[in-house]
Nanobody
Framework: QLQLVESGGGLVQPGGTLRLSCVAS????????IGWFRQAPGKEREGVSC????????NYRDSVEGRFTIFRDNAKNTVYLLMSDLKPEDTAVYYC???????????????????WGQGFQVTVSS
């Protein structure tokens, strides 16, 4: 059973920092591109960041470039998303997802991701 479990969400003030974690079970994460997506109320789901299986290639949406950092520890079967200088517009339900894709850079397109976590809330508010 392939499963992704996210953690690290919650409430943070504007300008604050959160680290999200995505832990995989049931498969070796190193073979998969891992992406972070988010969906705010009333909006479509959007890609935030993704990382190749080796960790050597990453991709970010423009609005988080320079503020968010994605990295992975394949020995722990875990991918992290470090979010700094958080803004109210970062408020959303965040999901991690895994897919098989060999292109570079990896893509923030939902259709290439086959496995999804349950998602959890990140709220940026004072």
């Amino acid at each position: 059973q392939l499963q992704l479990v996210e953690s690290g969400g919650g409430l943070v003030q504007p300008g604050g920092t959160l680290r999200l974690s995505c832990v995989a079970s049931g498969f070796g994460m190193e073979w998969y591109v891992i992406g972070w997506f988010r969906q705010a109320p009333g909006k479509e789901r959007e890609g935030v960041s993704c990382i190749s299986g080796s960790g050597g290639s990453t991709n970010y949406r423009d609005s988080v470039e320079g503020r968010f950092t994605i990295f992975r520890d394949n020995a722990k079967n875990t991918v992290y998303l470090l979010m700094s200088d958080l803004k109210p517009e970062d408020t959303a339900v965040y999901y991690c997802a895994a897919g098989v894709y060999s292109g570079r850079p990896p893509l923030l397109i939902s259709s290439i991701y086959d496995y999804w976590g349950q998602g959890f809330q990140v709220t940026v508010s004072s």
